[in-house]
Nanobody, 126 residues
């Protein structure tokens, strides 16, 4: 059973940057696609970004393309989400997720990943 723990959320002004981290509990995650979802108040949870198990392929939702970058560092069992040019609309709880599949596309298209983190709050002030 893989456990995911997020960190790095906080309060930032519009235009600022944050880097979220998600640490997996064991090396099993190295064969999984990893990603991030978010849920804003009163809205459904939505896909943000994903990375394949090899790290060679990534997917992003249109609203964050060019501003967010997802990456993984297997030596540290960690996946990152670098967020830049943040907007108030990016305010949400961000959740790390993993699927027992290698492809970034699979995580992008599923609404039910195999594993979830507990979430970290990101608040962007105008």
């Amino acid at each position: 059973q893989v456990q995911l723990v997020e960190s790095g959320g906080g309060l930032v002004q519009a235009g600022g940057s944050l880097r979220l981290s998600c640490v997996a509990s064991d090396r099993t995650f190295r064969s999984y696609a990893m990603g991030w979802f978010r849920q804003a108040p009163g809205k459904e949870r939505e896909f943000v970004a994903s990375v394949s198990s090899s790290g060679s392929s990534t997917r992003y939702t249109d609203s964050v393309k060019g501003r967010f970058t997802i990456s993984r560092e297997d030596a540290k069992n960690t996946v990152y989400l670098q967020m830049s040019s943040l907007k108030p609309d990016d305010t949400a709880v961000y959740y790390c997720a993993a699927v027992r599949k290698p492809t970034a596309t699979y995580l992008q298209k599923t609404s039910n990943p195999d594993y979830w983190g507990q979430g970290t709050q990101v608040t962007v002030s105008s």
